[in-house]
Nanobody, 126 residues
Framework: QVQLVESGGGLVQAGGSLRLSCAAS????????MGWFRQGPGKEREFVAR????????YYADSVKGRFAISRDNAKNTVYLQMNSLKPEDTAVYYC???????????????????WGQGTQVTVSS
């Protein structure tokens, strides 16, 4: 079956860096946009970043713009999220998901995506 597995999370100090990976199996998603979302304690899941199928276009939430960078390696069927200058407010479970080919929802809406991974915990200490 289709499966997305996030990895690379952990405990880091404020100002540090971390790179998350999302590996897909069961099928290729080279023709699909991919997105990263996160959910902090007691908060709703929020949009973090999105990358086009070709990797030529990326979009970021204002809260992470300039600090995070999304990329992908279609040969490995993997998407990455490079996180720099981490802040305590970045603490959350990070999820990757496959972008739908069409829909009426904004790219920032979780309803624009499917095949969610299990998430990886990122904790940033002050």
């Amino acid at each position: 079956q289709v499966q997305l597995v996030e990895s690379g999370g952990g405990l880091v100090q404020a100002g540090g860096s971390l790179r998350l990976s999302c590996a897909a199996s069961g099928r290729t998603f080279s023709n699909s946009a991919m997105g990263w979302f996160r959910q902090g304690p007691g908060k709703e899941r929020e949009f973090v970043a999105r990358i086009s199928w070709s990797g030529g276009n990326s979009y970021y939430a204002d809260s992470v713009k300039g600090r995070f960078a999304i990329s992908r390696d279609n040969a490995k069927n993997t998407v990455y999220l490079q996180m720099n200058s981490l802040k305590p407010e970045d603490t959350a479970v990070y999820y990757c998901a496959v972008g739908l080919k069409s829909g009426t929802y904004s790219y920032t809406s979780q309803r624009r995506y499917a095949y969610w991974g299990q998430g990886t915990q990122v904790t940033v200490s002050s």
